[in-house]
């Protein structure tokens, strides 16, 4: 009994951060502890369901059934199909509580599951946890495979979503699954929370990549692999002012594209940060403006620096920032941040900045 009110207590307070919407329904039965670590974000499921709309759609693996919930307002009708009957169970009610009328459930094994005609729109979001509970990454791993039911998926709907863990290699997942027409790497105010990939019919090679910082009010970053290897930068010493990609550009790996796209430069291969002498303030990711820039002397940082608080940030470079920081004797915190990196000619470089616009 005790367990349960917990329970209870969790889901209702889990609600007011993770799904807003629903914080004020009346008496909104909580799932097991697993369906909702599990579950979507309002802010990622509304923006998937953004991208699609139609009059038939179908979640696959629903769950506690945050996706269908957002899907199901962009459909004239929606399926929530799940393989545990008590989930679903729940899920029908909830919905009720919602007021959401257009939902129909099942509770079909994804691979056995019978269409009846075409539709508009097949979710997946595969669980992600073995037998014993244990996390899983791996695509072919993730429950329903999405390799075994791909084809029958695609004669079956113009387009399929499914949604992967963050730490899934992108360009394996694109040669295993080849239908993808859209990558989508999604972040919640830099943390990359999901990967979504959006399969038609065709084969497709040469997928539209689109990184998108929810909650940051930042512009989305669009590339393709095919221009990214294409491309052949310059690299440059840092000027005026410093960037660094946002944390879905870096898990895309959009490092010459975001260069070209912004014009801005390089400083070597491996520190994916650029400069430029004109300050881009639209830029997806971090900004700073460069006070100083000096060599790795401990003497002459300490007296340019006049405070023994700083945020240090390493890339490129021998030394971690613990190592730093003792060798330097600062702190955590303030308004300075220092930049330790190399050029690409090797060239250990220090540079302190002020931070214009964050992630
Ligand atoms: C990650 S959860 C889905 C969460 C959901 N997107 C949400 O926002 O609440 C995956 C769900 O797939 C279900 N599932 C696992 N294997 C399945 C299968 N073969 N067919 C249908 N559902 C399955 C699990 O029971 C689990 O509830």
């Not at 329904?25 to 670590?37: F, H």
């Not at 759609?57 to 545990?84: A, C, P, Q, R, W």
């Not at 105010?189 to 019919?201: A, C, G, T």
Request: proline share 4%.
């Amino acid at each position: 009994m005790l367990k349960l009110v917990v329970n209870q207590a969790v889901f209702n307070q889990t609600l007011v951060s993770k799904i807003p919407e629903w914080q004020d329904a009346q008496y909104l039965i909580a799932p097991p502890k697993i369906s909702l670590e599990q579950c979507s974000s309002q802010i990622t499921a509304e923006y998937k369901a953004s991208k699609v709309n139609g009059n038939i759609g179908l979640d696959m693996t629903g769950g506690l059934g945050v996706d269908s919930y957002f899907f199901s307002k962009k459909f004239k009708n929606f399926f929530h199909n799940e393989i545990n009957l008590n989930l679903s169970k729940i899920v029908k009610y909830n919905f009720e509580k919602l007021g959401i009328e257009n939902v129909k459930f099942g509770i079909i094994k994804a691979e056995q599951y019978d269409f009846s005609g075409p539709i508009d729109f097949i979710y997946l979001d595969p669980a992600r946890r073995d037998n014993a509970n244990r996390k899983m990454v791996g695509l072919k791993d993730c429950l329903p495979n999405l390799l075994d039911i791909k084809e029958k998926l695609l004669l079956n709907a113009e387009i399929v979503m499914v949604k992967y863990s963050p730490m899934l290699d992108i360009k394996d997942s694109l040669s295993l699954l080849r239908h993808v027409n859209e990558v989508i790497v999604l972040a919640e105010k830099n943390e990359v929370k999901e990967l979504v990939f959006i399969l038609k019919k065709d084969l497709e090679s040469d997928p539209i990549i689109n990184c998108i910082n929810l909650g940051s009010g930042q512009s989305e970053f669009c590339f393709r692999y095919s221009e990214e290897n294409e491309l052949n930068i310059a690299f440059k010493d840092p000027q005026g002012f410093l960037y660094e990609p946002n944390a879905t550009i870096m898990k895309a790996g959009g490092f010459k594209s975001v260069s070209t796209g912004f014009n801005i430069n390089k400083i070597a291969s491996n520190s994916h940060l650029y400069s430029s002498e004109v300050c881009i303030l639209d830029f997806p990711g971090r900004v700073f403006e460069i006070e100083v820039i000096c060599d790795f002397d401990k003497k002459n940082i300490k007296k340019l620096l006049e405070t023994d608080k700083a945020n240090v940030a390493v890339r490129n470079f021998p030394y971690s920032p613990d190592e730093i920081k003792k060798q330097l004797g600062l702190k955590d915190g303030g308004d300075k941040y220092i930049f330790f990196t190399e050029n690409q000619k090797k060239k250990k470089m220090v540079l302190i900045c002020n931070k214009i616009q964050n992630t």
